[in-house]
């Protein structure tokens, strides 16, 4: 940012202009990475969507809602470990704020910017990385990845053996299932130690790495994961969900090696070190047993029960059907949702990771009061408003068109045995809760980006209000009505809508306090959007009388769905 200098003691300092060239960077690395991340979910997710088709010919429902449980304990795990780290190490300064001048309005200012300047260039203690420099902070970052090591292990340990006591005889005899469990542990280790090399890649935007990495590791799990049930098939063998154990520590040490692989000669020429490493600073107080950054643990332990509070919330769905639910409506409901779910997973989430980070680097405090620059707070507003209208006009298509198409798609790709066990109703119910599980994503991303400790935890008090009406209406939906999968969708549309309205309460106020605003019609659809999706779902509402539960439907479909496009 440039800097001001007085004329005289007397005349009025020059406004500060508003240096824009690095948010060009921040912003051309945050496109580029969603370019990346976006092209990595729809080829992992092609790969996982081509596998689900040949392990669905071979597993029934049970086995399909036993392997949703351990899947939510390795997603528990690695959530609870790293994600409330992840977030804070992406508020991290930038490197090219490394090196910007201090702002000097008096001879006194000058004086500090001098001591300051002498600091930062004194040597670092032997054995040490200096925190001003670049290679200091990456080495930050580093070291406190290895808290997600330090508290993700043992925590796998305890979860699991909790899971194993709390499971059913039902559970407990699948074959394999011990076995399966202790090797979704190993992964989750091999995660875990991924994790210093990951927050490099991550934070210095290496996005086609990422890309490159978890493709390679995803296309691993998927040949592996289907090799195992083939020949299980062939050996006419049980294997239970040991395929999907097997194939998941595949994916987890794919990911180690290779990521590793990766950031070794990045760390050699950056003078940091992916082991930990004494940190040297002018400043003690910033670094404990100069190692850990201070103001970073503290924010990361702030977002941490936020994280948590988040993540019962994200996951109470598998949660309340694990608990009020059969094997079988649990199968249904993780079909539903895996297929549900994959336009979030490859256009939604990838968008909410860049922006995510983006946010974070935008919005940092650039002023002695520790308020952003008010000319990025509107860039970040413009930039969450074309957003919002994408994801708009994104939800009118799923609207529109989701509830008819999808119990077509799931009856030719899975076959009518799930379409007779009611999965093809809660797809379709499903489609509903797409456009506010988007919503939700972005502007909680760019909540976590810019809030404070205390804001964070008054967050995490009101999530908490939530997902107590949350278990209610899930409760009633499941237990009293009855509803099965399709009444926890309803369940989790209700928790989502009153999340988006306590984000969109908290955007508008930050934006007033830093000088942005962010208009309501800017991200409303025209009259014409609506129209269309209106003419378009009662257009498939009459041709649904004529499908015959072949191919020939998809055409049908796909006529009316093109004149949507268009018309959108």
């Given at each position: 940012?440039?800097?001001?200098?007085?004329?005289?003691?007397?005349?009025?300092?020059?406004?500060?202009?508003?240096?824009?060239?690095?948010?060009?960077?921040?912003?051309?690395?945050?496109?580029?990475?969603?370019?990346?991340?976006?092209?990595?979910?729809?080829?992992?997710?092609?790969?996982?969507?081509?596998?689900?088709?040949?392990?669905?010919?071979?597993?029934?429902?049970?086995?399909?809602g036993?392997?949703?449980?351990?899947?939510?304990?390795?997603?528990?795990?690695?959530?609870?470990?790293r994600?409330?780290?992840?977030?804070?190490l992406?508020?991290?300064?930038?490197?090219?704020?490394?090196?910007?001048?201090?702002?000097?309005?008096?001879?006194?200012?000058?004086?500090?910017?001098?001591?300051?300047?002498e600091?930062?260039?004194?040597?670092?203690?032997?054995?040490?990385?200096?925190?001003n420099?670049?290679?200091?902070?990456l080495?930050?970052?580093?070291?406190?990845?290895?808290?997600?090591?330090?508290?993700?292990?043992?925590?796998?340990?305890?979860?699991?053996?909790?899971?194993?006591?709390?499971?059913?005889?039902?559970?407990?005899?699948?074959?394999?299932?011990?076995?399966?469990?202790?090797?979704?542990?190993?992964?989750?280790?091999?995660?875990l130690?991924?994790?210093?090399?990951?927050?490099?890649?991550?934070?210095?935007?290496?996005?086609?790495?990422?890309?490159?990495?978890?493709?390679?590791?995803?296309?691993?799990?998927?040949?592996?994961?289907?090799?195992?049930?083939?020949?299980?098939?062939v050996?006419?063998?049980?294997?239970?969900?040991?395929?999907?154990?097997?194939?998941?520590?595949?994916?987890?040490?794919?990911?180690?090696?290779?990521?590793?692989?990766?950031?070794?000669?990045?760390?050699?020429?950056?003078?940091?070190?992916l082991?930990?490493?004494?940190?040297?600073?002018?400043?003690?107080?910033?670094?404990?047993?100069?190692?850990?950054?201070?103001?970073?643990?503290?924010?990361?332990?702030?977002?941490?029960?936020?994280?948590?509070?988040?993540?019962?919330?994200?996951?109470?769905?598998?949660?309340?059907?694990?608990?009020?639910?059969?094997?079988?409506?649990?199968?249904v409901?993780?079909?539903?949702?895996?297929y549900g779910?994959?336009?979030?997973?490859?256009?939604?989430?990838?968008?909410?990771?860049?922006?995510?980070?983006?946010?974070?680097?935008?919005?940092?405090?650039?002023?002695?009061?520790?308020?952003p620059?008010?000319?990025?707070?509107?860039?970040?507003?413009?930039?969450?408003?074309?957003?919002?209208?994408?994801?708009?006009?994104?939800?009118i298509?799923?609207?529109?068109?989701?509830?008819?198409?999808?119990?077509?798609?799931?009856?030719?790709?899975?076959?009518?045995?799930?379409?007779?066990?009611?999965?093809?109703?809660?797809?379709?119910?499903?489609?509903?809760?797409?456009?506010?599980?988007?919503?939700?994503?972005?502007?909680?991303?760019?909540?976590?980006?810019?809030?404070?400790?205390?804001?964070l935890?008054?967050?995490?008090?009101?999530?908490?209000?939530?997902?107590?009406?949350?278990?209610?209406?899930?409760?009633?939906?499941?237990?009293?009505?009855?509803?099965?999968?399709?009444?926890?969708?309803?369940?989790?549309?209700?928790?989502?809508?009153?999340?988006?309205?306590?984000?969109t309460?908290?955007?508008?106020?930050y934006?007033?306090?830093?000088?942005?605003?962010?208009?309501?019609?800017?991200?409303?659809?025209?009259?014409?959007?609506?129209?269309?999706?209106?003419?378009?779902?009662?257009?498939?509402?009459?041709?649904?009388?004529?499908?015959?539960?072949?191919?020939?439907?998809?055409?049908?479909?796909?006529?009316?769905?093109?004149?949507?496009?268009?018309?959108?």
């Amino acid at each position: 940012m440039a800097t001001t200098t007085a004329k005289s003691p007397t005349s009025e300092p020059k406004p500060e202009k508003y240096d824009k060239k690095p948010e060009r960077s921040l912003l051309s690395a945050s496109a580029q990475g969603a370019t990346f991340l976006i092209l990595l979910q729809i080829g992992s997710r092609a790969l996982t969507f081509g596998v689900n088709q040949v392990l669905l010919r071979y597993l029934s429902p049970e086995l399909l809602g036993i392997s949703t449980q351990l899947e939510l304990y390795l997603i528990s795990v690695l959530y609870f470990a790293r994600e409330s780290l992840r977030i804070a190490l992406q508020r991290q300064s930038w490197s090219y704020n490394t090196n910007q001048k201090p702002e000097t309005k008096s001879d006194g200012g000058r004086r500090d910017a001098k001591k300051a300047m002498e600091e930062r260039e004194k040597p670092p203690l032997k054995g040490s990385i200096d925190a001003n420099s670049p290679a200091g902070e990456l080495q930050t970052i580093v070291n406190l990845s290895y808290f997600s090591i330090y508290f993700g292990v043992p925590l796998a340990f305890g979860l699991g053996k909790l899971y194993l006591r709390s499971t059913t005889p039902e559970i407990r005899e699948t074959p394999y299932f011990r076995e399966s469990l202790d090797m979704y542990g190993v992964a989750i280790v091999f995660e875990l130690i991924t994790e210093p090399a990951f927050v490099v890649v991550q934070h210095k935007m290496f996005y086609k790495t990422r890309a490159m990495v978890e493709t390679a590791a995803t296309l691993v799990r998927c040949l592996v994961t289907c090799g195992i049930v083939m020949l299980a098939s062939v050996a006419k063998d049980d294997a239970g969900v040991l395929p999907f154990a097997v194939g998941q520590w595949a994916y987890a040490s794919t990911l180690f090696f290779m990521y590793y692989w990766q950031v070794w000669k990045i760390a050699s020429n950056g003078g940091f070190s992916l082991i930990s490493m004494p940190i040297s600073s002018s400043d003690k107080s910033q670094y404990i047993m100069s190692y850990f950054s201070r103001p970073l643990l503290i924010l990361g332990g702030s977002l941490f029960v936020q994280s948590a509070v988040k993540h019962i919330l994200t996951q109470g769905d598998s949660l309340l059907i694990a608990t009020f639910a059969s094997l079988q409506d649990q199968g249904v409901y993780a079909l539903a949702s895996n297929y549900g779910g994959l336009v979030a997973r490859m256009l939604f989430q990838p968008i909410e990771e860049s922006s995510r980070n983006l946010f974070a680097k935008m919005l940092s405090p650039t002023t002695k009061d520790k308020k952003p620059d008010s000319g990025r707070v509107q860039s970040a507003a413009n930039i969450l408003a074309d957003i919002i209208k994408l994801y708009v006009l994104i939800s009118i298509v799923a609207a529109a068109l989701g509830p008819e198409v999808a119990p077509v798609l799931l009856r030719i790709f899975a076959g009518s045995r799930w379409i007779s066990v009611g999965a093809g109703a809660v797809l379709s119910t499903y489609c509903y809760y797409i456009p506010l599980l988007a919503l939700n994503g972005v502007t909680e991303a760019f909540i976590s980006s810019v809030a404070t400790g205390t804001e964070l935890h008054k967050q995490s008090v009101w999530m908490s209000v939530f997902s107590l009406g949350f278990a209610g209406a899930g409760y009633m939906f499941l237990r009293v009505l009855g509803w099965g999968a399709q009444g926890l969708v309803w369940a989790n549309f209700v928790n989502m809508a009153l999340r988006i309205l306590w984000s969109t309460i908290f955007i508008a106020g930050y934006l007033q306090r830093n000088g942005g605003s962010l208009e309501l019609s800017s991200i409303m659809p025209n009259v014409g959007s609506v129209a269309a999706g209106v003419v378009a779902r009662a257009a498939l509402a009459r041709q649904k009388k004529t499908f015959t539960g072949d191919v020939s439907d998809i055409t049908k479909c796909s006529a009316v769905g093109g004149a949507l496009f268009v018309l959108l």
